[in-house]
């Protein structure tokens, strides 16, 4: 079974240290969520996955395999990023730019076969994209552009799928609806999810298990209920909230306190 | 519009192919016609004109295709084979070199204003051809071109040397350190110029760029470089393509960035230094060719290299023939002709689609 093992790896930028000694694993079938605040790491985490940055420090493992003894294709056919604000060329139309995420499956003197077109087909009906085809991506909005590229990946075929705030662009039915399809990926085709997600609410109520960084490192890890609650939030985020559990299935619900309440209280 | 629409997604559902890949492998098919009549038809267009049927039958005896007895003048062979089918050749050869080229180094850069000389590639060579001006005149035939190619590559592995950031490639910096060196050569070759005395002449009219005095090894010398290289790049359309995301999501998607770009920009470079080494610093093709395919035919490399390279050709041969025949006997240097007959169908396109063409 394929495991992604992160083993006391500290990531940076030359010099500067963004997270330190950070170790996890995830497991086939798993949705893993990374939630903490702005400039905690969660990206920088991503970009180590994928090999954008090297760690300084300890060891990233696919499988049991060094992330490092793989090509860069191989790694592509097993990981894929739905990336947070991608640039995307705006003359390609979006049946173009879902094709590109076939690249890592095809040699440099292959076309692209029936087959990989059926794959993009498949991929861009999930993300209810299919419509779009011959558009131009200039012309999409954001949220459009945010479900092409997670079209993308799934016309990878990843084994493993690693998506930065995939639903910072999208209104609240297509935030389901992406989140639905993750979890769908998760259950059904054995993939391993790992999602960064500023929203503690959606992070609490898809994922399986949460990882909560903070100033560059762990601060806990464990399913929701463990990982969220006002205390963590209020030592994490410096933010005062109440958590109550999920009317539907107990799972944590936060709801902010604006400070007009506050202050009302404290009278 | 709707009809249209309604057609080609009748085409998808028949084959599962993009309607617009048809009409794409069309167009190029249809580009290799037009560049093989082109080629047969400007033979015979010159001082003395040639009739189509002659031009066809000194072709075929030439190839030994069939045997045909002569009819035509014995001076007519030698004007259609050795005085205008090299010059035609080299014409086609180096405006498919400089349109390869410009479109795989809009590419890379992701920008519009990008050409085949951005990285100092002409100012080497025009200081290379210098030099060789400046030589005994019996070293000079084989020697300014040479010197040219030479200068040619050297400046942009100089450029490259300086923008290199340890193992990565940051494309900014090139276009910056390919100005400053463009710059300082360019200096240097004004410098020789005014020095030069009485050869200025034909340093000039090299720098303006000309076809005239074509012959065969010219066409030979330069042919390898610019197939292997055309090549080359035509083989890495797919990677070019996904470059056009940026530099993370194409490594994020296994393309190894670091060593195509190094591939790209040689072998683009290897083919604009031949292009420029025997006919000189041609500017606009590198140009205006890529976008004027792109913005007809979109921007998917695998079908925009191939149709830049037969575009660029068909113009270079169709410019070629009208720098010599306008003012005949006089020539108009080829610079010139590129400029007028491009920029204003460039500019048509450009009202025609005012759309991102990136």
Same mark, same amino acid.
């Given at each position: 079974?394929?495991?992604?093992?992160?083993?006391?790896?500290?990531?940076?930028?030359? %010099?500067?240290?963004?997270?330190?000694?950070?170790?996890?694993?995830?497991?086939?079938?798993?949705?893993?969520?990374?939630?903490?605040?702005?400039?905690?790491? %969660?990206?920088?985490?991503?970009?180590?996955?994928? !090999?954008?940055?090297?760690?300084?420090?300890?060891?990233?493992?696919?499988?049991?395999?060094?992330?490092?003894?793989?090509?860069?294709?191989?790694?592509?056919?097993?990981?894929?990023?739905?990336?947070?604000?991608?640039?995307?060329?705006?003359?390609?139309?979006?049946?173009?730019?879902?094709?590109?995420?076939?690249?890592?499956?095809?040699?440099?003197?292959?076309?692209?076969?029936?087959?990989?077109?059926?794959?993009?087909?498949?991929?861009?009906?999930?993300?209810?994209?299919?419509?779009?085809?011959?558009? !131009?991506?200039?012309?999409?909005?954001?949220?459009? %552009?945010?479900?092409?590229?997670?079209? !993308?990946?799934?016309?990878?075929?990843?084994?493993?799928?690693?998506?930065?705030?995939?639903?910072?662009?999208?209104?609240?039915?297509?935030?389901?609806?992406?989140?639905?399809?993750?979890?769908?990926?998760?259950?059904?085709?054995?993939?391993?999810?790992?999602?960064?997600?500023?929203?503690?609410?959606?992070?609490?109520?898809?994922?399986?298990?949460?990882?909560?960084?903070?100033?560059?490192?762990?601060?806990?890890?464990?399913?929701?209920?463990?990982?969220?609650?006002?205390?963590?939030?209020?030592?994490?985020?410096?933010?005062?909230?109440?958590?109550?559990?999920?009317?539907?299935?107990?799972?944590?619900?936060?709801?902010?306190?604006?400070?007009?309440? %506050?202050?009302?209280?404290?009278? | 519009?709707?009809?249209?629409?309604?057609?080609?997604?009748?085409?998808?559902?028949?084959?599962?192919?993009?309607?617009?890949?048809?009409?794409?492998?069309?167009?190029?098919?249809?580009?290799?016609?037009?560049?093989?009549?082109?080629?047969?038809?400007?033979?015979?267009?010159?001082?003395?004109?040639?009739?189509?049927?002659?031009?066809?039958?000194?072709?075929?005896?030439?190839?030994?295709?069939? &045997?045909?007895?002569?009819?035509?003048?014995?001076?007519?062979?030698?004007?259609?084979?050795?005085?205008?089918?090299?010059?035609?050749?080299?014409?086609?050869?180096?405006?498919?070199?400089?349109?390869?080229?410009?479109?795989?180094?809009?590419?890379?850069?992701? &920008?519009?204003?990008?050409?085949?000389?951005?990285?100092?590639?002409?100012?080497?060579?025009?200081?290379?051809?210098?030099?060789?001006?400046?030589?005994?005149?019996?070293? +000079?035939?084989?020697?300014?071109?040479?010197?040219?190619?030479?200068?040619?590559?050297?400046?942009?592995?100089?450029?490259?040397?300086?923008?290199?950031?340890?193992?990565?490639?940051?494309?900014?910096?090139?276009?910056?350190?390919?100005?400053?060196?463009?710059?300082?050569?360019?200096?240097?070759?004004?410098?020789?110029?005014?020095?030069?005395?009485?050869?200025?002449?034909?340093?000039?009219?090299?720098?303006?760029?000309?076809?005239?005095?074509?012959?065969?090894?010219?066409?030979?010398?330069?042919?390898?470089?610019?197939?292997?290289?055309?090549?080359?790049?035509?083989?890495?359309?797919?990677?070019? &393509?996904?470059?056009?995301?940026?530099?993370? +999501?194409?490594? +994020?998607?296994?393309?190894?960035?670091?060593?195509?770009?190094?591939?790209?920009?040689?072998?683009?470079?290897?083919?604009?230094?031949?292009?420029?080494?025997?006919?000189?610093?041609?500017?606009?093709?590198?140009?205006?060719?890529?976008?004027?395919?792109?913005?007809?035919?979109?921007?998917?490399?695998?079908?925009?290299?191939?149709?830049?390279?037969?575009?660029?050709?068909?113009?270079?041969?169709?410019?070629?023939?009208?720098?010599?025949?306008?003012?005949?006997?006089?020539?108009?240097?080829?610079?010139?002709?590129?400029?007028?007959?491009?920029?204003?169908?460039?500019?048509?396109?450009?009202?025609?689609?005012?759309?991102?063409?990136?």
């Amino acid at each position: 079974m394929l495991y992604l093992r992160l083993d006391n790896v500290t990531l940076g930028y030359g %010099k500067q240290v963004v997270l330190r000694h950070v170790s996890f694993q995830a497991g086939p079938g798993e949705i893993l969520g990374i939630i903490g605040p702005n400039g905690s790491g %969660k990206s920088t985490l991503i970009r180590g996955i994928t !090999r954008i940055i090297r760690p300084s420090y300890g060891d990233i493992f696919l499988d049991g395999s060094d992330l490092y003894s793989l090509s860069r294709q191989k790694l592509a056919q097993i990981v894929a990023v739905v990336p947070q604000n991608p640039t995307l060329p705006e003359a390609f139309t979006a049946f173009e730019v879902v094709l590109m995420g076939r690249t890592p499956h095809l040699g440099l003197l292959r076309y692209e076969a029936k087959r990989d077109l059926d794959i993009i087909k498949s991929a861009m009906e999930a993300t209810h994209t299919l419509a779009l085809a011959e558009r !131009r991506v200039g012309e999409l909005s954001g949220g459009e %552009k945010q479900r092409l590229t997670i079209a !993308r990946a799934l016309a990878q075929e990843p084994k493993i799928i690693l998506m930065d705030e995939p639903t910072a662009n999208l209104d609240i039915n297509y935030q389901i609806e992406t989140l639905g399809l993750a979890r769908q990926l998760s259950r059904n085709k054995e993939l391993i999810v790992v999602i960064t997600l500023h929203d503690l609410n959606l992070a609490a109520q898809y994922c399986d298990r949460l990882i909560l960084l903070s100033n560059g490192t762990i601060y806990s890890q464990g399913i929701p209920q463990e990982v969220i609650n006002a205390r963590t939030i209020k030592d994490v985020y410096g933010a005062q909230v109440c958590v109550y559990p999920h009317p539907v299935n107990k799972l944590p619900a936060t709801l902010v306190v604006s400070d007009k309440e %506050k202050t009302a209280r404290s009278k | 519009m709707a009809l249209e629409s309604i057609r080609s997604t009748a085409v998808q559902k028949r084959t599962g192919y993009p309607a617009q890949w048809r009409s794409r492998i069309f167009a190029i098919s249809a580009l290799a016609i037009i560049l093989i009549i082109t080629i047969v038809v400007t033979l015979g267009v010159g001082s003395t004109d040639i009739p189509f049927g002659t031009i066809l039958q000194i072709l075929l005896a030439k190839l030994s295709i069939s &045997n045909v007895q002569p009819t035509w003048a014995a001076n007519m062979e030698v004007i259609v084979f050795d005085i205008r089918l090299p010059r035609l050749l080299l014409a086609g050869l180096v405006g498919a070199a400089l349109a390869v080229a410009g479109t795989t180094y809009q590419g890379l850069f992701r &920008n519009p204003l990008a050409d085949p000389y951005l990285i100092g590639v002409a100012q080497g060579a025009a200081l290379g051809a210098v030099i060789g001006f400046m030589l005994p005149v019996s070293w +000079q035939l084989g020697s300014i071109p040479l010197l040219a190619f030479i200068g040619a590559v050297s400046a942009a592995a100089m450029v490259y040397s300086i923008a290199r950031v340890g193992k990565t490639l940051p494309m900014t910096t090139l276009i910056l350190a390919g100005v400053a060196i463009g710059a300082f050569l360019a200096a240097i070759t004004s410098y020789l110029m005014i020095a030069s005395g009485d050869r200025l002449q034909g340093i000039i009219s090299w720098l303006l760029g000309s076809f005239s005095l074509t012959s065969w090894w010219q066409v030979a010398a330069v042919t390898p470089y610019i197939l292997i290289g055309t090549l080359v790049i035509w083989l890495l359309a797919r990677p070019l &393509n996904v470059m056009q995301l940026d530099e993370e +999501q194409a490594q +994020q998607l296994g393309i190894n960035v670091e060593q195509v770009k190094l591939i790209l920009l040689g072998a683009a470079t290897l083919i604009t230094a031949a292009a420029v080494c025997f006919c000189g610093i041609i500017g606009f093709v590198g140009i205006i060719i890529p976008h004027a395919m792109r913005l007809i035919w979109g921007p998917d490399h695998r079908f925009l290299l191939p149709l830049a390279t037969l575009a660029g050709a068909i113009f270079l041969i169709l410019a070629d023939t009208a720098a010599r025949t306008m003012l005949a006997p006089t020539e108009v240097p080829i610079g010139v002709i590129t400029a007028l007959l491009g920029a204003p169908f460039f500019l048509y396109l450009l009202r025609q689609k005012k759309r991102a063409v990136f």
